[in-house]
């Protein structure tokens, strides 16, 4: 089904990927421009950056490098005018920034709160506010933003700054939703689950074995699970779909813990 997106501008915010297995921001920005999107790779690190580039130059697919902090005002600014002058509007927003946040409430500095919140958070916030002009006097678009199971329910290990911040990014699509709908601007979520990528690689292999069991698929997702499905969000095909959070966990949100013992044993 190529050429899903042909047309349309894409702008992936945290585009670049911490190495392999490949993270969300890579395989997203890799599918939109196989699916005929030209894309503004939005990160950082330059390098990263430059490397889900090359992918998609490889692939003969149009694509270009921004590097910005998504946390600072003014880059957040200077990639949406980068969308414009590059490439003339914008369609689609994937908000992907994303760093860890560990620990109860108890036991977490007021540094680790600042910098979940900066970075989990206030990119998406202010990627969103000078980006929905520009969806809007493109025709309208669609905003994919990335949270969490941990979002919705406590993870499998303590991590308040993390999951709250991520718990941001499911009300940030809510009243997005409602107050943009007239712009023709959708704005959407995806909470993926016990996912493996670069992202939690480190990983012990027995919490990872534990975290795919735990699914009721009982299979292991990846990032090209997650870059699928803001294919299709990104797509007409969704056209009448907004204010939604989309759990891509393998059928965990579904589960209580008992539900899924023998899985487990």
């Known amino acids: 089904m190529a050429g899903r997106l042909q047309g349309k501008v894409a702008l992936v915010v945290g585009a670049g990927s911490r190495g392999e297995p490949a993270g969300t921001g890579y395989a997203a920005a890799v599918l939109f421009a196989r699916e005929g999107a030209k894309v503004m790779l939005a990160d ?32 957040c600014q200077g990639m949406i005018a980068a969308c414009r002058e590059r490439f003339g509007g914008l369609h689609i927003v994937f908000n992907n920034v994303a760093t860890y946040g560990s620990g ?32 809007k006097a493109s025709g309208g678009g669609s905003i994919i933003n990335i949270a969490s199971i941990d979002g919705l329910r406590a993870g499998f290990t303590a991590n308040v700054p993390y999951a709250v911040t991520k718990a ?34 480190h990983l012990d292999p027995e919490i990872r074995e534990l975290r795919r069991k735990a699914g009721p ?49």
């Open 44 to 75: 950082n690190n330059r390098e990263r950056a430059n490397a889900t580039l090359s992918k998609i130059q490889s692939e003969n697919n149009i694509a270009a490098v921004y590097e910005a902090d998504a946390t600072r005002d003014q880059d």
């Open 104 to 135: 109860k409430i108890t036991e977490v500095s007021a540094a680790e709160l600042d910098a979940a919140w900066s970075i989990n958070l206030k990119s998406a916030l202010l990627t969103c506010k000078y980006a929905v002009p520009l969806l």
């Open 168 to 201: 941001g990014m499911v009300q940030l699509t809510r009243v997005m939703a409602v107050h943009h709908g007239r712009d023709n601007v959708r704005v959407n979520c995806l909470a993926p689950g016990h996912i493996h990528g670069a992202f939690v690689r």
């Open 217 to 265: 698929l009982g299979t292991e997702g990846t990032a090209w699970d997650v870059a699928w499905a803001a294919v299709f969000l990104a797509s007409d095909e969704a056209r009448w779909i907004s204010g939604v959070t989309l759990p891509i966990d393998a059928g965990l949100l579904a589960a209580t813990p008992l539900s899924v013992r023998e899985n487990l044993l």
